[in-house]
């Protein structure tokens, strides 16, 4: 069941629970969206006026993000993305390239699905399809037969290079869309091609622990953040000698200043320069890349009581999301790293966050919503507006 919980009308900033500093954010809850009813909120992901939620009953729903109308539903049977019939788990990351939704859930694998704009009978009338499943049975089939492409996974159990074999816990695209990264609690990174869903290559052990975030910068650097308490900085080859042995990522940097399992990343500045990790520990560190090449911490953002379970950044602002039940707002700037507001409302940790530039009446302030996704269930929009 779906319900709105604030009016639809535009909100009134003069009340007192809001800041009212003229050089301070204002921020309201404008509505609140229950539909997962019976399991939390996983994942969130926007597409200009299309807003997707993931839960971890499988589910994926399609909003109109200006409305905040459901649009569809979508899935294997035409009803709901539930991964193949009915399973799939929680919905840990959601990505969009053109007209496809990738998916990845706690079932070890990654599912692709067609975006139908226009629903024509040919279709059978259904906005979504599903496509593939990565790994693909080609792809599984080809490398069962070889020994060299069987990897130990645990003692005496082996899995074919290409599969996941724990929940993939993220997703992300290349610049120019050819290549999707996932990661996973299994430990391992992985690339694939978009156009045909082929496993290129795998990084086994790639951390210590549970890989839990990854993120792509503008050059092409992958950052995999992980329970070890270390980030990897990954880069794409033009060694002639890699290229020979079919290496085409390799490991260039670690960056081990948390004292905590790392859950979230988020990129920002210009080309991507500004790193942000939030820790199990309630920290948020803020990296920079030097002259020199090497990535140095220039900041730390405290202000959260429990876990940073997720991060992301819209335009010029570092959301975070916690356990502690608050998202939390951020001056994305490499000199200044001040806490601009802090949204309460969620009854239980918040697990996603996503967000975009709205467009503002007033030209003195810019106008940002904000969506989170929490364990109670619900997706808060919030509109925030930040003097100029």
Partial sequence: MIRFQESEEEPDFSQEDHLTSSSQPLHQCIATLVCHTASYISSLTLAGKRLYTGSNDGVVRLWNANTLETLAEASSNGDVITGERGGGGAVKSLVILADKLFTAHQDHKIRVWKINDVVEEDVGGKKYMHVATMPTISDRFAKCLMPKDQVEIRRHKKASWVHHVDAVSGLALSRDGTLLYSVSWDRTLKIWRTTDFKCLESFTNAHDDAINAVALSENGDIYTGSSDQRIKVWRKNINEENEKKKKKHSLVAILSEHNSGINALALSGTNGSLLHSGGSDGSILVWEREEGGDIVVVGMLRGHTESVLCLAVVS????????DKTVRLWKCSATDYSCLAMLEGHIGPVKC??????????????????YSGGLDSQVKVWQILVPT
């Fill in 353 to 370: 966050l996503t967000g975009a530039i709205r467009r503002s009446g007033k030209p003195s302030e810019a106008s940002y919503h904000i």
């Fill in 316 to 323: 010029d602002i570092l959301c975070s999301g916690s356990a």
